[in-house]
């Protein structure tokens, strides 16, 4: 086999065999597929397609590529994946609320991508936390406390590390092949018995209709089963920010609020529809609305924050942070209120602009070495169809300076649109696709 004749198949519209896949994959890992090549197998399939069982022999070499972890749990092993959003915390109410109920959940997660937060990101805004660590620390963590969401070793995966570092640089992001490939070889790795999917639509989603969030939603959900991983999507709502919080410290913030105050919010609500699909997956409960129900349960009477707390603790964040969380989470220096310019009703909220501008403040990376601030970004921000008066809040920035602020604030007005009618209230759930 060579690079070249999988490439030429490719342009010939013809589907790469499962072990020509391998090979690129490999290839791609250690080095022996040039970086020229690895941009036009990008390009060849983001224009021509691998089809469903293409897609799953690229999604397992791309796996194969590195290490595949190994578990000796007495529960099930599960874990869930979002497409991203923006507020969207769902993994740390999700995961100790799996935990809490008797699963196992090695959450491998990222970091922000574009104007989406990462949820590594999240968790290093506490103090003392560090999310990289080895395998054997991370199988003792599991044994103690259930549930544990860490960042991938250069071990997991390395075909997809070299070939998304490519595709980001030649236009080929896009291709669903690619995407698909790309999210469940990391995920995959971890070998789970059960995966749910968050696929967003919307303003603050990368798949803004509904069509192709379903597209994708299935393509993720069919691949994965294919290989061997049993597991269920949901299609959920990003038309506005699931939490009205954006940035790192500010979202950990609103996930405490969810788990210690009884604060039933569309965050919660979400978790609980994930978690009700995956129970199910893994056997545990025979049906989602039961799974759901215990999911509720127990971030309700603050089993999950307690469960959270542990989990924390165990990567270095301080013993009494549940209890007194609001003190060690950073503040930003500079607090600007972002006052509605008329009357009227929130008609539209452009998730992706609110991000990109908690990302120009600090919280996000530009580049790939920037340097997070964990205390900057947005809270208090409105829902779509609130009546606002002129004068009102519609957000809140927090900056380290105050020209940031003021920038910030222009943008979050660009963002919010006011009108005289109330719109209707968006679907948080659409829908599920199940195996």
């Known amino acids: 086999m060579d690079a070249r004749s999988i490439i030429a198949k490719l342009r010939r519209n013809e589907v790469p065999t499962g072990d020509e896949l391998s090979w690129f994959a490999q290839g791609l890992a250690d080095g022996g597929v040039s970086d020229a090549q690895a941009g036009a197998f990008a390009m060849a399939v983001c224009m021509g397609g691998l089809g469903a069982q293409g897609r799953a022999d690229l999604t397992t070499a791309m796996r194969d590529s590195g290490d595949v972890l190994n578990w000796d749990f ?186 210690t105050k009884d604060h039933y919010a569309p965050l919660a609500e979400i978790s609980a529809e994930l978690g009700g699909v995956l129970l199910v997956d893994a056997g545990m409960f025979a049906t989602a609305e039961e799974g759901r129900d215990k999911i509720t349960d127990v971030i309700r009477d603050g089993r999950a924050a307690e469960r959270f707390g542990r989990m924390m603790a165990a990567v270095g964040a301080p013993l009494q942070f549940v209890d007194n969380w609001s003190r060690y989470l950073p503040e930003a220096s500079v607090i600007l209120e972002v006052t509605a310019p008329t009357n009227g009703h929130v008609t539209a909220i452009d998730g992706e602009a609110l991000g990109l501008t908690v990302v120009a403040l600090g919280g996000g990376r530009q580049v790939e070495d920037d340097v997070i601030d964990p205390a900057v970004g947005l809270s208090g921000i409105v829902r779509l169809g609130d009546k606002v008066e002129k004068g009102a809040p519609l957000a809140v920035v927090h900056a380290a300076r105050e020209d940031a602020a003021r920038q910030a604030a222009d943008a979050v007005l660009k963002a919010i649109t006011i009108g005289d009618d109330a719109p209707m209230e968006p679907i948080l759930i659409h829908e599920r696709i199940t195996p």
């Open 74 to 259: 007495d529960g099930p092993v599960i874990d869930k994946h979002s497409t991203g959003g923006v507020g969207d915390s769902v993994s740390l109410v999700l995961a100790p609320a799996l935990a809490e109920l008797g699963a196992y959940v090695p959450m491998i997660s990222g970091r922000g991508l574009g104007h989406t937060g990462g949820t590594l990101d999240k968790l290093e805004s506490i103090p003392g936390v560090s999310t990289q660590i080895g395998q054997d620390r991370l199988t003792q963590i599991l044994r103690e406390t259930g549930a544990a969401i860490v960042g991938a070793t250069g071990q997991i995966a390395p075909a997809d590390k070299r070939l998304y570092a490519i595709r980001d640089v030649t236009a080929t992001v896009e291709s669903l092949d690619l995407i698909t490939a790309s999210i469940l070889s990391k995920k995959l790795a971890a070998s789970p018995e059960a995966l749910v999917l968050d696929v967003k639509v919307g303003s603050g989603a990368f798949m803004k209709t509904l069509d192709d969030a379903r597209k994708l939603a299935r393509a993720l959900s069919e691949t994965a089963n294919a290989a061997g991983c049993r597991t269920s999507a949901v299609i959920t709502d990003m038309h506005q920010p699931l939490a009205p919080a954006l940035g790192n410290a500010l979202e950990v913030a609103e996930v405490m609020k969810v788990m």
